[in-house]
C-alpha cells in the first residue's frame, strides 16, 4: 500500500518540503506573542461555542477523506493496472511489424550497449485463428481469433512478471499475495529451485506425453509437438461458480466502535465545560472521570473485539479452461515473406499453415487482452508460423530471419523516455551497417505510449474526480471566512481591548488566521485518519458491507482484480493536507482583516 | 509646575456622519506634569472621552498634536505608540473591558502577553508574581481563577485597574471609572487612584462627576469641545 520508497524523489522532495514547512511553522508559533495562541484556543474550544469549530471542520474532514480514499483506489487502479500491462509486454518495444526485422541479433547486441538498458529480446508477434476442441464432447468446438506471441522463454522472464502469470508452473507452497509482490528475480530463483528452469517454461514435459497418448492423439515415437502457453481467457468459458473467501469477521464491529470512540473522544471537549458549568468547581471532576472512563471503556471494547478469519461463500464469474495440460491447439497462420507478399498456394490462393502446439501451462496476467487473445510458443516455431525463420529462395540470395518485435527492459523506468531516444541513434548506426537490410519502418515506443488509451482513461477519471472533490474544498472555504467574519465581529470589543494594551493591527489580525488554521487542522486530522483507517481495512468492510447490506461493492467479474486496488501516495496525503491549511487559513483572512483594520475607539467606547 | 509628561496641542478631532463633519474637539491644549492628578470634567458628549482617548494614543486627531515624554506620538510610527501603550500607558475604562475568556490573572497578565513571545513565556515568573501581587493589594487574591462574569462590578473595576498598573505605566487614563459603580465602590476605587497617585503616577481621568473631581490636584472643564477658561 505505501509503495513510495522512503528514498524516492518525489517522497524525498514531499518529506523535505514538509520538514521546512513545519520547521516554519514551529518558528512562527514559538516567536509569536504568547495571547494570540491562549486567546485562539480559547475562542476554538472553550464552552458551547467550541461547537462552530468542530462542526466546520467537518466539511473539511469529509474532503479529505474522500480525496484520499478516491484516489488511493482509483491510484491502486491505475498501478495494478499498469503492473498487469507492463508484466506482459516490456519497458521498451521496438516493433517491426510483420515485414520484420532482420538481423535482429546484432541490432539487440547494440542495444545492450546502451546504459541503462538490462536486457533485451526478439520477439515474433502474428496473427492467427485458433481452434479449441473442448474436453467435454457436448461443447462444440471453440474457434477464435488470437495472436501468437514467438519468445525464447528464459529471456522473457526476465523482461517482466510473465513467469508470474503462469498458473501451472509455480513455486510450490507460494500463495497468490505472495506471487504478486515478490520481485521478479526472486521468483524466478525459487522457480528454479522448484524444478522450473525458465528456459524449459514452453518445454513439453515427458509425463504429458506418456500419461495422455490417447487425448495427444500422438502415435509412441512421435516427436513432442511444440509447446504453447495460451490465456486462460483464450481456451476459457466464463462461468459463475459458488468461490470460498477468507473474511475478517468483527472488522466492521471494530471500525464501529473505533469511530463511536473517536466522537466520545471528541465530547468529552464539551461535558468538560457543561460540567464545569452545571456541577460547580468541585463536582465538574467527577463528571469529566466518569467521561474518560466511558472512552477507555469504548476503547478496550474495539482493542477487545474479536476480529477472527471466516469463510463464505460468494459467486464469482471464473474462466475455466476447456483444455487440460497436455492438450491439442491448432493454430492456423498465414506467412508473410520477406518481401511483404503473403505466401501463396499453387492456384494463387493465401497458404494457410497450420500447427498442432501441446498447452504446457495457461496464463493469467489480469490484463484482459492479452490474456484473451495471446498465445506463447518458442520463438523458432513462432518464426516458422509467421514465415519469418531464415530461407534461401531459389535464384537469390539466403533471407535472414526475421523478428517483429525486440523488447527491452530499462533499469529505471523513469529513464525509459531518454533510453527510447538512443535507441533511435543505434537504428540509424544499425542501418548505417547494413546498407542490405533498406530503409526499415521500426517504431520505438515506451509501453506506455503503446497502451496510452487504456491508461489515460482511467487517469482523466482520477483527475476529473479529483478535480471535483477539490471544488467541494471551496465551499469549505467560504464557510471558513464567514466563520472568521462572523468571529472577529463577535470579539471586536476583544480586539479593542488587545490594541488598547498595545497589540499590533496584523498580531490581532492573525489571531484569526491561526482561528482558521486550527480549523483546517482539525478537519485534516480527522479526515485523515478516518481514511487511513478506511483504506487499511477495506477489504474487510466490503465483505462486511456485502454481507450485511447485501451490497456487491466491487464485483470482480467486472474489474478483473481479486480485491480492491489501493495505493497510498505519501506526496498526495501531504499535498492534500497543505491545501486544506493553506485554504483555511487564507479563507480565514477575512476575520483577520476585519480585526486588524478595526479602530480600538470604535468599540471601546459603549458597553 | 515640573516637567510635562504629556501635552495636547491644539487637538481638534472630526467625526464624519456620511457626508456631513462632525467637530468633536475644537483646538484643544493642554498639559499635565509628571506625578498630576488631573481630572476633565465635562457633561455628556462634551468630547472628554474622545480627548482622553487622543491623549492615551488610541485615537489620531485631526490636527494639532500629543507630545508625551517630549515626543511628538504622531510623528512616530505606529508600533511606537503599540509600544508605549503597551508599556507606559494604563486604562482603566468605564465598562471595564475585561477580556471575558480569560481568568482575572490571565487579564491582568495581558499586557505581558502581549510582548512575551510563547518561547519565553515559561520564563516570565517575574510577570506573573508582579501580576499576582497587584491582584493581591487590590484585595482580589480569592479570584485570581474567576472568569470576569463572576466578579461583582466593584471587583471587576478593581481587576481592570490591577491590569492597567500591573506593567507600572508612567500615566494611568481613567474614562469614567466609577460610571459603572455604586457611590460606596466608586469611592472606593477613586481612593485606590489617588493612592497610587500619591505613590508618583500620573493620573489623568475624565468625568462628569464633580464628587470625583474633588479627588484631583487639577480639574478643567470641557464643554462642547472645548477648554473653559480659568478652568
Not at chain 1, 216 to 241: A, D, H, N, Q
Not at chain 1, 381 to 396: D, F, K, L
Not at chain 1, 406 to 418: E, F, I, L, N, S
Request: glycine share 8%; charged share 20%.
Amino acid at each position: 500500500m505505501w509503495s513510495d520508497g522512503l528514498t524516492s524523489p518525489a517522497m524525498t522532495t514531499a518529506l523535505a518540503g514538509a520538514a521546512l514547512v513545519l520547521a516554519g511553522l514551529a518558528a512562527v508559533v514559538l516567536v509569536a506573542p504568547v495571547y494570540k495562541h491562549i486567546l485562539c484556543l480559547r475562542y476554538l474550544f472553550a464552552g458551547w461555542k467550541a461547537v462552530v469549530p468542530l462542526v466546520s471542520a467537518l466539511p473539511a474532514a469529509l474532503g479529505v477523506f474522500l480525496l484520499i480514499l478516491v484516489f488511493a483506489i482509483m491510484d491502486g487502479f491505475v498501478r495494478e493496472t499498469r503492473e498487469m500491462t507492463r508484466g506482459t509486454l516490456a519497458d521498451i518495444i521496438v516493433d517491426a511489424h510483420m515485414e520484420g526485422l532482420p538481423y535482429y541479433d546484432d541490432f539487440i547486441q547494440r542495444v545492450l550497449g546502451i546504459e541503462g538498458v538490462e536486457a533485451a529480446t526478439p520477439v515474433i508477434q502474428t496473427y492467427a485463428i485458433v481452434r479449441v476442441k473442448p474436453r467435454v464432447s457436448a461443447i462444440k468446438p471453440i474457434v477464435r481469433p488470437c495472436m501468437i506471441i514467438g519468445i525464447r522463454p528464459a529471456q522473457k522472464a526476465e523482461m517482466g512478471r510473465f513467469a508470474q502469470f503462469l498458473l501451472r508452473q509455480t513455486v510450490p507452497g507460494m500463495n497468490a499475495d505472495e506471487k504478486a509482490h515478490i520481485s521478479t528475480a526472486r521468483y524466478l530463483e525459487r522457480l528454479r529451485a522448484a524444478g522450473y528452469p525458465p528456459e524449459a517454461l514452453l518445454g513439453v514435459p515427458s509425463d504429458f506425453r506418456a500419461s495422455t497418448p490417447a487425448r495427444t492423439g500422438r502415435r509412441p515415437g512421435e516427436p513432442p509437438r511444440p509447446g504453447c502457453i495460451p490465456g486462460l481467457g483464450l481456451i476459457g468459458m466464463p462461468f459463475p461458480v459458488q468461490v470460498t473467501k477468507t473474511a475478517q469477521e468483527g472488522t466492521g464491529a471494530r471500525v464501529l466502535v473505533c469511530i463511536m470512540t473517536g466522537v466520545a473522544g471528541v465530547t468529552l471537549l464539551f461535558v468538560w465545560q457543561a460540567s464545569r458549568r452545571h456541577y460547580g468547581r468541585r463536582g465538574w471532576r467527577r463528571a469529566v472521570l466518569a467521561w474518560v472512563l466511558a472512552v477507555v471503556a469504548l476503547l478496550a471494547e474495539a482493542l477487545l473485539i474479536p476480529v477472527y478469519p471466516v469463510r463464505e461463500q460468494r459467486l464469482e464469474v471464473i474462466d475455466v479452461p476447456l483444455l487440460d495440460y497436455g492438450d491439442d491447439l491448432l493454430v492456423s497462420t498465414i506467412p508473410v515473406r520477406p518481401s511483404g507478399a503473403l505466401e501463396k498456394e499453387i492456384g494463387g490462393m493465401p497458404k494457410v499453415s497450420e500447427k498442432l502446439l501441446a498447452v504446457v501451462d495457461t496464463f493469467k496476467s489480469g490484463y484482459w487482452e492479452a490474456d484473451s487473445t495471446h498465445v506463447y510458443v518458442d520463438f523458432q516455431a513462432a518464426q516458422q508460423m509467421a514465415g519469418m525463420e531464415g530461407q534461401a529462395e531459389s535464384g537469390v540470395r539466403p533471407v535472414p530471419a526475421r523478428a517483429s518485435q525486440v523488447h527491452v527492459k530499462v533499469r529505471d523506468p523513469a529513464q525509459a523516455g531518454a533510453i527510447v531516444q538512443r535507441i533511435m541513434d543505434v537504428r540509424r548506426q544499425f542501418l548505417a551497417a547494413r546498407p542490405e537490410v533498406g530503409l526499415i519502418q521500426l517504431s520505438i515506443n515506451t509501453w506506455e505510449t503503446q497502451q496510452r488509451m487504456i491508461l489515460t482513461v482511467v487517469e482523466v477519471e482520477r483527475n476529473m474526480t479529483a478535480l471535483m472533490l477539490g471544488l467541494m474544498f471551496l465551499g469549505f472555504g467560504v464557510l471558513i471566512a464567514l466563520i472568521s467574519y462572523v468571529m472577529a465581529y463577535i470579539k471586536s470589543r476583544d480586539v479593542g481591548i488587545l490594541k488598547a494594551l498595545g497589540a499590533h493591527d496584523a498580531g490581532v489580525g492573525s489571531l484569526f488566521l491561526g482561528y482558521g488554521f486550527i480549523i483546517g487542522l482539525l478537519g485534516t486530522a480527522m479526515g485523515m485518519a478516518g481514511a487511513l483507517l478506511m483504506i487499511h481495512y477495506l477489504d474487510p468492510l466490503e465483505v462486511w458491507v456485502n454481507q450485511t447490506l447485501s451490497i456487491d461493492v466491487f464485483p470482480r467479474e467486472m474489474y478483473y482484480f481479486e480485491h480492491i486496488p489501493r495505493h497510498v501516495s505519501v506526496p498526495w496525503c501531504m499535498a492534500v493536507g497543505g491545501a486544506v491549511l493553506a485554504l483555511s487559513t487564507l479563507a480565514s483572512m477575512a476575520g483577520g482583516l476585519l480585526a486588524a483594520l478595526r479602530q480600538p475607539v470604535e468599540t471601546l467606547r459603549y458597553e | 509646575m515640573s516637567e510635562p509628561i504629556l501635552e495636547a496641542r491644539a487637538l481638534v478631532k472630526d467625526y464624519w456622519m456620511g457626508a456631513a463633519r462632525l467637530r468633536v474637539l475644537h483646538g484643544v491644549s493642554l498639559r499635565v506634569a509628571r506625578g498630576e492628578f488631573l481630572c476633565i470634567l465635562g457633561p455628556s458628549g462634551s468630547g472628554k472621552s474622545t480627548l482622553l482617548h487622543l491623549m492615551g494614543l488610541l485615537d489620531r486627531p485631526t490636527e494639532g498634536q500629543v507630545v508625551f515624554e517630549g515626543q511628538d506620538a504622531f510623528a512616530q510610527g505606529k508600533r511606537w505608540r503599540d509600544r508605549m501603550r503597551n508599556e507606559a500607558i494604563g486604562f482603566v475604562f468605564q465598562f471595564y473591558h475585561l477580556m471575558p475568556d480569560l481568568s482575572v490573572l490571565e487579564n491582568t497578565l495581558l499586557p505581558a502577553m502581549i510582548r512575551t513571545p510563547l518561547v519565553r513565556w515559561p520564563f516570565a515568573t517575574g510577570e506573573r508574581r508582579r501580576a499576582a501581587q497587584v491582584l493581591g493589594d487590590l484585595g482580589l487574591a480569592q479570584r485570581v481563577r474567576h472568569l470576569p462574569k463572576e466578579l461583582s462590578g466593584g471587583e471587576r473595576q478593581r481587576a481592570a485597574l490591577a491590569r492597567a498598573l500591573v506593567h507600572e505605566p508612567r500615566v494611568l487614563f481613567a474614562d469614567e471609572p466609577t460610571g459603572n459603580l455604586d457611590s460606596a465602590t466608586g469611592a472606593e476605587i477613586m481612593r485606590v487612584l489617588a493612592r497610587l497617585n500619591r505613590k508618583g503616577l500620573t493620573v489623568v481621568t475624565v468625568t462628569h462627576d464633580e464628587r470625583i473631581a474633588k479627588q484631583a490636584h487639577r480639574v478643567l472643564q470641557l464643554a462642547d469641545g472645548r477648554l473653559l477658561q480659568g478652568s
